[in-house]
């Protein structure tokens, strides 16, 4: 397998390849570690979406409100 192109991935002793080309490195050092798990409970892996989707809502969140700091800035 090319760890640059596709991750093997084992969900109920079914093996499956999951295509990781179009991200940047540290998101496949994470994808690779969570997905490295012989086997992977899909819980484990809806947990980690979930967790993801947390995170880049809050971080949205805070770059509308800096986004909207430095309009009322730009203003001034």
Do not use: F, H
Request: net charge positive.
């Amino acid at each position: 397998m090319d760890s640059r192109l596709s991750i093997d991935l084992y969900i109920a002793g079914r093996k499956m390849q999951v295509n990781i080309a179009c991200i940047n490195s540290k998101a496949k050092d994470e994808i690779q570690s969570l997905l490295s798990q012989k086997n992977l409970d899909i819980k484990d892996i809806l947990k980690a979406y979930i967790q993801k989707t947390q995170e880049y809502s809050e971080l949205e969140q805070k770059l509308s409100t800096l986004i909207k700091k430095i309009e009322t800035l730009d203003k001034n």
